[in-house]
């Protein structure tokens, strides 16, 4: 009996197209929720570290003198807590990842809010 079951799935991978995607020719198209990398809008935010405190891997870290947002993607899980925590909605979680590196300093990203009232 058990050969007839394995007869009927060698034919049926055998007349069957391949389960995996063409990658160069066909491009994964990613669902909304997907959860790929941690965005920030940097206009909006208001400095006040619950990203960085709510954060499982620490992997956030909010300066509030220098106006400075910095991420480790490398550290990150993408989890989504930080973007539920945020009292001001300034962070998203885009269903793109982020891209390939091969050193530990290509994985953090800062985000620095420029100084454009005159010395606030």
């Known amino acids: 009996m058990r050969s007839f079951t394995m007869t009927k799935t060698i034919i049926k ?15 994964r198209v990613f669902t909304e929720i997907t959860r790929g990398r941690v965005e920030t809008d940097i206009n909006k935010c208001i400095f006040c570290g619950l990203c960085s405190r709510r954060c499982p ?12 947002w910095q991420v480790d993607r490398l550290k990150c899980c993408a989890c989504n807590l930080c973007v539920e925590i945020c009292p001001v909605k300034c962070l998203s979680m885009k269903n793109q990842y982020a891209p390939a590196t091969t050193d530990k300093a290509g994985g953090i990203v800062t985000v620095k809010l420029e100084d454009t009232t005159g010395g606030r």
Request: aromatic share 8%; hydrophobic share 30%; net charge positive.
């Open 57 to 68: 891997t620490y992997a956030i870290t909010v300066t509030k003198d220098s106006r400075e």
């Open 13 to 27: 991978n055998l007349l069957g197209g391949p389960v995996t995607l063409m990658y160069p020719k066909k491009k």
